[in-house]
Structures are given as structure tokens and as C-alpha cells.
């Protein structure tokens, strides 16, 4: 049987769902991206946005990861004078993102690829 939770508590996982919604915008991810990231349904991703749903608590460290942010800056406690990211990620920060959710074989592939195009580019840059 669910708890009933208190108004406090119902603002409080409003403002983190609509956190977690602008900071998912930010680095270009979709509800279905995220969810999939996540091994959720889009539906709870939705649920949290709009604070109907309660975000587990061991699954908060695999958002902040995912979302690029530390865990005070997901819960909103992090000090206002930090430097804040403005717009959305670049397509290289996307693809890194991409890169770190395959499985460790694949990652190693990439990981070799581009260590050959960035040699490549650098025996280039010598040959000037």
C-alpha cells in the first residue's frame, strides 16, 4: 500500500521532476532515450516530469550519470554560484553519451576508431 505524501514532499518531487526534464532536454535526450538509458518506461520518465510518480532513490545516481550532473545538482543542492552549462549539448558530448551506453566491446571498438582517426590526423598535422 503507497504512503500518502505531504504537499512539501509533493513540490519537492515537482521541482526535481521538472529538473530532471530541462537537464534531459539539455543533453538532447528524449523521454524514450532516457527511459531506455535507464531500463524504465517512458511512462515513469513522464511520471516524474510531472511529479505524479515517486524517482526510486538507488536509480537517482544512474540519472545524474546519464544527465551529465552531480547528484546535489539533480536535488537542487548545489551552490548558485556554479558554473551552469547553457544550451544544448554539443553532438560530440551527444555521441560520447551514446558511446558510454554500449556494451564494453563495442565501446572498445569506438575507443580504437577514433584512436587511429586522431593519430592519422596528428601524422597529418606534421606533415605540414
Keep these: 500500500m503507497a504512503a500518502s505524501i505531504s504537499s512539501e514532499e509533493q513540490v519537492f518531487m515537482t521541482e526535481l521532476g521538472n529538473r530532471i526534464s530541462a537537464l534531459r532536454k539539455d543533453a538532447g535526450l528524449t523521454q524514450v532515450q532516457m527511459a ?16 505524479r510518480r515517486r524517482i526510486q532513490i538507488p536509480i537517482l545516481p544512474a540519472v545524474a550519470k546519464l544527465l551529465s550532473v552531480s547528484l546535489e545538482g539533480l536535488l537542487g543542492e548545489e551552490a548558485e554560484n556554479a558554473p551552469r552549462k547553457r544550451g544544448p549539448a554539443s553532438r560530440l558530448e551527444q555521441q560520447i553519451q551514446m558511446i558510454g551506453q554500449l556494451p564494453k566491446s563495442k565501446q572498445k571498438l569506438v575507443s ?12 597529418a598535422g606534421t606533415d605540414d
Excluded at 531506455?36 to 511529479?51: D, I, T
Excluded at 580504437?112 to 601524422?123: G, T
Aim: aromatic share 4%.
Design 112 to 123: 580504437q576508431m577514433l584512436d587511429a582517426v586522431i593519430a592519422q590526423a596528428q601524422q
Design 36 to 51: 531506455e538509458a535507464l531500463s524504465v518506461s517512458q511512462q515513469a520518465v513522464q511520471s516524474w516530469k510531472a511529479g
